[in-house]
Structure formats: structure tokens, C-alpha cells
């Protein structure tokens, strides 16, 4: 009964850590355009998960296209968007239906430069993110997500 009763805890434990990660994450994304140093934090953080689920790898994604800024390298910029960008792309084909990936690769979109060639979904995340409004988790920030669809 003990070790159940010890199970049952670092299980429950486990699961309540990951979900105030991505609290965390969710609360903090926004932040990381002018905050180096919480961007640097957020990425190892979500880098240390050994099975990433979509919304860990699409955060993931979404914060190394925003570390691109931070870096001074011309080739350390492209190369860590590049990278960026196929996070975000794996994670949107494992769970398509996600708003929330949807609204991290919009986020991405909306601000990357022209010449990146990452613009393609905006007017089709903007669409999903409406039609799928009440899909997204308490936890999120939807000031954020109304500002970045109007």
C-alpha cells in the first residue's frame, strides 16, 4: 500500500511540475522578444523534456526563432530559426487540430521577416484560432492571442 500510496504521489507530482512548466512558458512567451536571459531559461527548460508532447515542441520552436534575435551571428540567426521553424512544423503535424500550436507558429509568422519565407499560414492559423476559440487551456493567455489575431 505504501509504495502505491508513493507512486500515486510522484506521479501526480510529476504531471503538476509539467503542467506548471508550461504555465510558466505560456505566462513568460511573450516576454522572451526583449528578455534574453528568460528566453535562454524557457529553452533549456522545454530542451530537458526526453518526450516532448506538440505544445512543448511548438513552444520550443517558437522560443528558438525568437532566440535568433538574441544571437549576433548572421549564420547563428538563420540556422537557429531554421530550427525554430521545424519544431514548430513537426509539432502542428503531430496535433494538428491544436490551436495553440496555432497560435505559436502565428506568432512566429506575423513577426518574422519577409525574406525568411516563413509567412505562409497567417491568414489560415488566424481563421483556426477563431473558429477554435474555446479549445485553449485555462492557463492561457488569451490577451495575448486576441492581440496578435486583430
Not at 64 to 79: C, D, E, G, Q, R
Not at 91 to 109: G, T
Request: hydrophobic share 40%; glycine share 4%; with cysteine.
Amino acid at each position: 500500500m505504501i509504495k502505491h500510496t508513493f507512486l500515486f504521489v510522484f506521479l501526480l507530482s510529476t504531471v503538476f511540475c509539467l503542467g506548471n512548466d508550461l504555465s510558466d512558458v505560456r505566462l513568460n512567451y511573450k516576454r522572451c522578444i526583449a528578455d534574453k536571459e528568460l528566453c535562454r531559461r524557457l529553452i533549456v527548460k522545454l530542451e530537458g523534456s526526453k518526450n516532448p508532447t506538440p505544445i512543448e515542441l511548438a513552444y520550443l520552436g517558437g522560443l528558438k526563432t525568437i532566440w535568433a534575435n538574441h544571437v549576433f551571428s548572421p549564420i547563428a540567426k538563420l540556422s537557429t530559426f531554421k530550427e525554430g521553424r521545424k519544431d514548430i512544423e513537426r509539432a502542428i503535424r503531430q496535433d494538428p487540430k491544436n490551436p495553440e500550436l496555432r497560435f505559436v507558429r502565428l506568432s512566429i509568422q506575423k513577426n518574422a521577416p519577409s525574406f525568411l519565407g516563413y509567412k505562409s499560414n497567417i491568414a489560415e492559423d488566424r481563421r483556426f484560432i477563431q473558429e477554435n476559440w474555446g479549445a485553449f487551456e485555462p492557463d492561457m493567455p488569451i490577451a495575448d492571442v486576441k492581440a496578435l489575431i486583430d
